[in-house]
């Protein structure tokens, strides 16, 4: 009667394990779309100290906005800061730290987000009282 007992209580451990394993699978396949996203962002983040956060360009620093720029015009600046073609003081170095595949991700986060200016919702007011 114990033993019994006992396999009742493992096969239904074992049925959750299943369904563990079954629910990790499904979590691991369905948001490739999201991860790349994260990805991006996360690339995008190196580029903040220089270009702003998401590529909003901090006015008084003379850099011009990234973000909402136009992707080809973007892709191909930096394949030819990467080639060395472009004359830069920085870029072609911090270029040569990423793959193609990772540069097309930077380029297509950034031309996605919004121009300043033209962001809907809250903004920050250039005294930050928002
Ligand atoms: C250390 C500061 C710094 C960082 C970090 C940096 N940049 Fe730059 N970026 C510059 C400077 C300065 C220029 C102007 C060209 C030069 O002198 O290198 C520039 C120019 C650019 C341009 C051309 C802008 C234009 O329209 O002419 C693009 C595109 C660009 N950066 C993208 C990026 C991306 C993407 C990242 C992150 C992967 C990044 N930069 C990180 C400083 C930086």
Redesign the pocket.
């Known amino acids: 009667m114990a033993v019994r007992v006992l396999n009742v209580e493992s096969e239904s451990v074992m049925n959750r394990g299943r369904l563990f394993l079954v629910s990790c699978f499904l979590a691991a396949g369905w948001p490739a779309v999201a991860e790349n996203d994260t990805l991006a962002r996360n ?1 995008v983040a ?2 903040a ?3 702003g956060t998401n590529g909003h360009a901090v006015k008084s620093s003379g850099m ?1 906005a ?1 973000a909402g720029a136009e992707a080809v015009k ?1 892709l191909q ?2 394949q030819e800061f990467k080639s060395g073609v472009r004359p ?4 072609q170095q ?1 270029v040569k730290g ?1 793959t193609d595949e990772e540069i097309e991700l ?1 380029v297509g986060y ?1 031309a996605r987000q919004k121009q300043a200016g033209r962001r809907s919702g809250a903004r920050m007011t250039e005294d930050g009282d928002d």
């Not at 830069?88 to 870029?91: D, E, G, I, L, Q």
Request: aromatic share 6%; charged share 10%.
């Open positions: 690339l190196t580029c100290n220089c270009h011009e990234l973007m600046k930096l830069a003081t920085v870029m911090i990423y930077i950034l």
